[in-house]
């Protein structure tokens, strides 16, 4: 019996003693053997923790709407025991959400598991609804934060934790007013509305773009939104990519940092701070310098927890053969390279779930394909394995002090002017060939038919990438349809803004 198991097992006994909060039955939805009876099941059972989650913690917080006062004055103002109560409560909700959370997801992944040689189309019809589901996680955390600072500190403060018996705060007690239930449940709704029209946009958008449009297309850090607004799941998280692949999005690139204990986890910057829930001290430390229990204790805006790339890769490969990874190597981490073939020799099958894996730093993406090289030669022959192209980035901004990466002026003048022998360059090392190159866009790209002429000419030599700011150009659907239509471009990237396809225009027209 594995730990999830045994928790959901632990978790629905306590549970049962509180009234309205459902616990999800992980054992009896993993007896479903046929895909019907367990999809009926599913969708039941995450209707049913939806309703008991919102309902239950709308009881818990109406008592701070009664009155003019902020949780830490509501606190110091009530009986202690009740206080405790309230927290205990907040606590096992926190609990049971996180955990039906787990289960719903880990139960699809089981369910096409069982599905071996045939084509499950769970995942593409039940992570949506799974990841447009609030789990509170965000004003959980805060009340119960709050709660706890507020409460009186005495020398006779039991350190036990509390029982299921002192778990007795309900909607009957004195200090509940009728307001919070309809303010949270507006909340609740109007969140879960802008999620769910998030995902309209998204697959309304992959079936107008098509399968060879598709087969080209890089989602940027998953289904993200750029300005971190939690309209959209959070950048570089398990739900970003879950819910690009199950819409039909085939490959989304990724960012890896390596922790100090020598995990894969995915992240951008240097630290979490731009994405952490709460200020917290380990929020401010570089990645490098934390262990990966450290990193999974740091919740992110969405209430998720920073992933480790296998999770992904395993993800990848359960919702579609065609779900893989752009993972890009950020400059100067020296070590991610054996760490990244590390995981590749222990589990072959995840090097599938690797489109490309591209770097800045032209010294770190060689030493990973002088290893990834030997790896190859070893796996040559073995069924079902895809190797992913090796591609070196390239940027045209001033380094930062320190960077170890290569800028260049205007290579694309150099592709123009049909020399690309500096190019070429790059691409070999003692040991190592690269398959190609990652461009940063310029207009002149697609601004005249000797730009798209020379950028197809390019892909005779050498596969062929292009990135993009958030800002420009290459988010507009417009300009993808043309590097598509007129060259042999295998990567292009687009944080997928709303704009990118405007699908009231498409109507006018």
Sequence with gaps: MDKLTTDAAELLITASTIPNLFVVNYSDLNSHTQD?????????????????????????????FSVN??????????????????????????????????????????????????????????????????????ILKQYCEEIKKALPRTPNKPSRSLSTSEFTFT?????????????????????????????????????HLGNSFLSRLVAHRGFHDISDNLSRPVENSV????????????????????????QVILC?????????LFRDPNSEKAIGSLTLREIKSLPLKSGSRPPLLTSILYSALQISDSAKLVVEIKPDNDNMGPALCAIFRRDNKLISAVAAVISFDLDCIHRFNRLFSELKEKLVGAEDIVFPKVLFLTCEHNPKQGEKMVYVSNPFCDIINNN????????????????????????????????????????????????????????????????FDNTRVCFVNSDLPRRYYDHEMVVKL
Excluded at 268 to 276: G, I, M, T, W, Y
Aim: glycine share 4%.
């Design 69 to 138: 006062q902020s949780i830490g004055e509501f606190v110091i103002s009530h009986p202690r025991d009740e206080m405790l109560a309230l927290l205990a409560s907040l606590v096992l909700l926190q609990s049971t959400t996180k955990l039906n959370h787990a289960c719903l997801s880990k139960s699809i992944h089981k369910q096409v598991a069982k599905q071996q040689n045939a084509a499950c189309s769970l995942p593409q019809s039940l992570f949506p609804i799974l990841h447009s589901t609030p789990t509170f996680e965000k």
């Design 171 to 207: 909607r009957k007690s004195s200090f509940i007013s009728d307001s919070a239930i309809d303010l949270e449940n507006k909340i609740a709704g109007d969140h879960m509305k802008t999620l769910k029209s998030e995902l309209k946009w998204l697959r309304f958008t992959v079936a």
């Design 268 to 276: 951008h910057d240097e630290n979490f701070s731009r994405l952490a």
């Design 420 to 483: 690309t022998d500096r190019m070429k360059s790059w691409l070999t090392r003692e040991g190592s060939i690269l398959d190609g190159i990652y461009l940063m866009f310029v207009d002149s790209m697609i601004s005249s038919e000797v730009g798209l002429k020379a950028l197809d000419r390019l892909c005779d030599d050498m596969t062929v990438g292009i990135w993009g700011w958030s800002n420009d150009n290459l988010n507009k659907l417009r300009s993808a349809e043309l590097i």
């Design 239 to 262: 739900e970003a990519y879950e819910t690009a692949w199950s819409a039909g999005i085939k490959m989304c690139e990724c960012d890896v940092a390596l922790t100090s204990d020598n």
């Design 36 to 64: 019907a009876s367990f999809e009926a099941a599913w969708k039941l059972a995450i209707e049913e923790h939806a309703t008991s989650s919102s309902l239950f913690l709308s009881i818990l917080i109406k008592p701070f």
